[in-house]
């Protein structure tokens, strides 16, 4: 504490040491050095620590305590004393219009049709915590030893199988990564190829966030167009055929839900391979596809080791656990581990073996199914409602979202605002657009976070808030 502190004594000083510590403890206190309910060391510890009498911290202790800042128990000891609520430093907002006031605004919930988190309904969470629990046991009576950077070998081996069973890649383990979700196997792709400087093939609309990360890592980002099949290849030959990277969402195009389709994959298969250009492959949604079978990831089809997979636990399970992964090519595995091993190990190993538990007893494939039955009813209340109330030719259902439609230069990001106020969180269709210009305006609504009850109600406040700005 008197390291954090750093309570110098002055006995120089014409100021008593007692009320020189009373100071020192007091000033910690008042800027937030030492939050509400912190304990402090005894006074006979502290008296030790700083050479002095018992009797002068003690008084110093007195003094604190009279004027509140301080409270002293038998039971739980010396604690700072809970402050006002108005009295505590609040923490500095993001700016008006930075990508961190996006990025809490598109990620704060719970709320109502709030994007990129599943529904807590459908999922058997009593069954994962107890699987949960069992593996902090099993980890916190483990030797003590630094667990594989790359992954639990058990998760590894699930995933692989998954992968060949649900979306058509045939890998073997050890070229599982196992990330903090997908924005750190994003990460963890981005300093393996080392393509700064260069220029990047984007999604247009596409994920902000992806879209941020590519900039931090110092790319030119080539915001490519998407119709009913998915990015437009013939565009980024035409405009950018050097680029270095492609990064697409084949699945479910994030945020339209186009699938890719097959002529364009493999053109974008035939031309990567031809020019060493890097895929990476979000997958979006996974298998989360509420009609038919899914479409098989664009890696299935690379015969020529030039695409990377990133996928996540996020939607299916959680965002909370923060758990994702990615396929490395055969080429690259070696560099994947290396990077991990010092930049990017993977999450600790009892999330990772509940994981791996949870997939090998059949439990994840199972909740997949649920979900999707879950999903698909949802959605079609969702539609069935908006349609009649707005316009069947103002709504479409790309995905997990039901897209309702604005006119170009509609407010969209102010609109999603001011339902924050009634607990819904959509979310602005432009903000997924690369600036400048050009951007539609729309509100997408997530369907795993719809209301299950009074949905009509949820939907006419909506309604009447968009109405106000239209």
Same mark, same amino acid.
């Given at each position: ?76 000891g010396t604690r700072v004393a809970q402050r006002p609520r108005a009295a ?38 009593t069954l994962f915590a107890r699987l949960r629990a069992h593996a902090v ?71 902000p966030f992806t879209r941020k990360g590519l900039e931090l890592a110092g ?112 080429? =690259?595995?070696?560099?994947? #581990?290396?990077?991990? $091993?010092?930049?990017?190990? !993977? +999450? /600790?190993? %009892? @999330?990772? *073996? ?28 969702? =539609?069935?409602?908006?349609? #009649?109330?707005?316009? $069947?030719?103002?709504?479409? !259902? +790309? /995905?997990? %979202? @039901?897209? *309702? ?33 050009? #951007? ?7 369907? !795993?976070?719809?209301? %299950?009850?009074? *949905? ?15």
């Amino acid at each position: 504490m008197t390291k954090a502190l750093q309570l110098k004594l002055d006995r120089t000083t014409k100021i008593p040491l007692a009320e020189q510590i009373r100071r020192g403890v007091g000033t910690a206190i008042e800027t937030g050095v030492l939050a509400p309910g912190a304990r402090l060391p005894s006074w006979q510890d502290l008296a030790a620590q700083l050479g002095v009498a018992r009797g002068t911290v003690r008084t110093a202790y007195e003094k604190l305590a009279a004027a509140q800042l301080i409270v002293a128990s038998r039971a739980a000891g010396t604690r700072v004393a809970q402050r006002p609520r108005a009295a505590e430093e609040s923490e500095q907002p993001p700016g008006a219009g930075s990508f961190m006031q996006t990025y809490q605004e598109m990620t704060r919930g719970p709320a109502l049709f709030q994007m990129g988190v599943p529904a807590t309904e459908t999922f058997p969470a009593t069954l994962f915590a107890r699987l949960r629990a069992h593996a902090v046991r099993a980890e916190a009576n483990a030797a003590p030893i630094y667990p594989d950077p790359r992954g639990e070998p058990e998760l590894r081996r699930e995933i692989a199988g998954y992968l060949a069973l649900a979306r058509g890649i045939n890998c073997s383990p050890s070229q599982i990564i196992v990330t903090s979700g997908f924005s750190a196997g994003l990460g963890l792709a981005l300093n393996v190829l080392g393509l700064s400087g260069h220029t990047a093939w984007i999604e247009n609309p596409g994920f902000p966030f992806t879209r941020k990360g590519l900039e931090l890592a110092g790319l030119s980002l080539a915001p490519i167009p998407v119709d009913a099949g998915g990015i437009d290849i013939d565009h980024g030959l035409r405009h950018h055929p050097g680029a270095r990277l492609v990064v697409v969402t084949p699945g479910q195009q994030a945020p339209l839900g186009y699938t890719l389709s097959l002529e364009r994959r493999l053109r974008l298969l035939e031309w990567a391979a031809a020019n060493s250009t890097w895929v990476i492959e979000d997958d979006y949604l996974s298998e989360l596809q509420l009609y038919g079978r899914a479409a098989p990831a664009l890696a299935s089809l690379d015969r020529d080791g030039r695409v990377i997979h990133i996928g996540s636990f996020s939607k299916t399970i959680s965002p909370a656990v923060r758990l994702g992964f990615l396929v490395a090519p055969v080429e =690259l595995i070696a560099r994947f #581990a290396e990077m991990s $091993a010092c930049l990017a190990p !993977a +999450p /600790g190993p %009892a @999330v990772q *073996l509940a994981t791996a538990a949870f997939m090998h007893e059949g439990h994840y494939m199972r909740h997949l199914r649920r979900t999707k039955r879950a999903y698909a009813a949802k959605r079609q209340a969702l =539609l069935d409602y908006l349609q #009649a109330s707005a316009g $069947a030719d103002r709504v479409a !259902a +790309p /995905g997990l %979202a @039901v897209l *309702l439609k604005l006119p170009r230069g509609a407010p969209d990001v102010a609109i999603a605002r001011e339902l924050s106020a009634f607990g819904m969180s959509p979310t602005p269709l432009s903000a997924w657009y690369a600036p400048p210009g050009g #951007a539609e305006s729309g509100l997408l609504l997530g369907v !795993a976070t719809a209301p %299950a009850r009074n *949905l009509g109600r949820s939907c006419d406040r909506l309604l009447d808030v968009v109405r106000r700005f239209v």
